[in-house]
């Protein structure tokens, strides 16, 4: 493809149903992680406007129709929500591939897709919800009501901008809460238009705001202890979601959150390799490795250990690597300058810890209109110390260590040796044996024989450092509504 220069976009926050201009003249810039053109700049949201948002999203929950507008009514505009982002796919798709650096097929094929499922799919949840009925005897009557919490502050990660918005979103507005979202300041780009296209859906205003800033002391601080916001939804790292779990407690704010993770990905020697390589390739180097669920550390049974290393490291070799907005492209560059340099620092760190370089550990050769752009190879490191800081620490880049195991107790403890705890990989063809372990690893999720794949209506969240709480299906209900129970006296 050839290099076409970028349209800056100019970036504002939406309130109350228009797009804000900033009382101040604090912006920032955010870059194309591909090129490092400037692609955008972000007004920043102040205090000011943060107090306008949550104040809007406070007056269209009190006064406004959301709440108390029929469930089917309500239901019906998150659906136009979710048709109007599939109309708008391919623009979305681009601006995804240019903000996060991920190649353009996968945001257009998979995330934006599954980011207007999201809201279809809890519009049908909420609408096919029922409730409890408790009689006592002939006296009286107890039934259950799951009414909206009230303004709710979602906070978005980088690495999944749009899909993972969405995924909060939905539950938040079907069950009649307003928001006030914050995206990544990195990849602000998709998620700045969630508040038009909730307008066009015909959504009040003041029920979806969008603004824009970092964390201590701009918008992410404002927000999450606004006193109008009752609930935080973040997606993130694990620090910053003990800072707003800290920042949330004078106001017993509800919260929720998904943080970081570091997966076993366990591969016995009776799996199917072919399935197993294929797919945790996927696991290892998806979104260049800046995915909270990858399969980061790779526990291969040692009499299949020296196969699986030549065969992976065969695999990793012919990914493409290159620019997002090619179709070829298998693996796009890092988010940013900051981010590159944190996950390079572990080069180091890996040689000083004595483990061996399978593949990697440097930029490629690139077009020179990349040569600015934050790119690895994807990069395999054998360790036989599960204890090193390659193996315990999220690292959240093409980077994953293959650590050699020779029982099932100790695949185990290898795997339950950390501080996280979001999901687990497991190949077995022995169906005791997929059973029994997936019932031992600590783990929010495991997958078995697969990866990456998500039933809605399933529990989604964290064991240990990797969360509080959880979200999908009624558990996204639940901690999106209050649960009122009503007792009538029969006599």
């Not at 955010?30 to 943060?50: F, G, L, M």
């Not at 029994?436 to 998500?454: D, E, K, L, P, Q």
């Not at 901690?479 to 009503?486: G, L, R, S």
Request: aromatic letters at 8%.
């Amino acid at each position: 493809m050839e290099h076409v220069q970028t349209r800056v976009k100019e970036v504002k926050s939406f309130v109350n149903g228009e797009y804000l201009e900033s009382a101040s003249d604090a912006k920032f810039d955010v870059y194309n992680p591909a090129t490092q053109e400037i692609i955008a700049h972000v007004q920043e949201a102040k205090e000011e406007e943060v107090d306008r948002a949550c104040r809007a999203a406070r007056k269209a929950f009190e006064e406004g129709p959301w709440r108390t507008m029929p469930l089917s009514e309500r239901c019906q505009k998150l659906r136009r929500m979710a048709e109007i982002i599939l109309e708008r796919k391919e623009e979305l798709a681009r601006l995804e591939a240019m903000d996060v650096g991920k190649p353009y097929p996968v945001a257009l094929e998979k995330e934006i897709p599954r980011a207007a499922n999201n809201l279809k799919f809890f519009a049908d949840f909420m609408e096919k919800q029922g409730a409890e009925v408790y009689p006592m005897d002939e006296d009286y009557l107890n039934y259950t009501r799951y009414e909206p919490v009230g303004v709710a502050s979602l906070i978005t990660p980088w690495n999944l901008p749009f899909m993972l918005t969405t995924w909060k979103l939905g539950p938040c507005l079907a069950a009649g809460n307003t928001a006030v979202i914050k995206p990544a300041e990195v990849t602000p780009l998709t998620v700045s238009l969630l508040g038009e296209i909730a307008k066009e859906a015909g959504i009040p205003d003041g029920v979806v705001n969008v603004i824009h800033g970092f964390g201590p002391g701009s918008a992410g601080e404002y927000m999450t202890t606004h006193p109008d916001v009752d609930l935080i939804s973040f997606t993130g790292e694990t620090a910053t979601g003990k800072s707003i779990m800290k920042s949330g407690a004078d106001s017993l704010k509800k919260v929720s959150f998904e943080l970081g993770g570091k997966a076993a990905n366990i591969i016995f020697e009776d799996a199917n390799l072919d399935k197993a390589i294929q797919t945790s390739l996927q696991a290892a180097f998806m979104n260049s490795g800046q995915v909270c669920l990858a399969g980061s550390r790779i526990l291969v049974q040692r009499s299949i250990f020296d196969e699986f290393v030549e065969r992976f490291r065969e695999a990793a070799a012919s990914f493409k690597v290159g620019d997002p907005q090619d179709s070829g492209t298998n693996m796009g560059p890092l988010v940013s300058k900051e981010h590159y340099e944190k996950v390079t620092s572990y080069f180091e760190i890996a040689e000083e810890e004595g483990a061996t370089l399978v593949h990697g550990g440097k930029r490629p050769e690139l077009p020179e209109h990349l040569k600015d752009g934050y790119y690895l190879e994807p990069t395999i490191y054998i360790q036989e110390d599960p204890k090193a800081r390659i193996s315990q620490e999220e690292i959240f880049g093409p980077v994953v260590t293959l650590i050699p195991f020779e029982t099932e107790e100790e695949a185990l403890e290898i795997a339950n040796d950390t501080d996280y705890g979001l999901n687990g990989v497991v190949w077995t063809d022995n169906l005791q044996r997929a059973h029994r372990v997936s019932h031992h690893v600590r783990a929010g999720t495991i997958w078995v024989n697969c990866w990456f794949v998500r039933d809605l209506r399933a529990p989604f969240g964290g064991f240990n450092q990797s969360g509080v709480g959880r979200e999908g299906g009624h558990h996204s209900m639940e901690f999106f509504t209050e649960a009122k129970n009503i007792c009538i006296a029969l006599e």
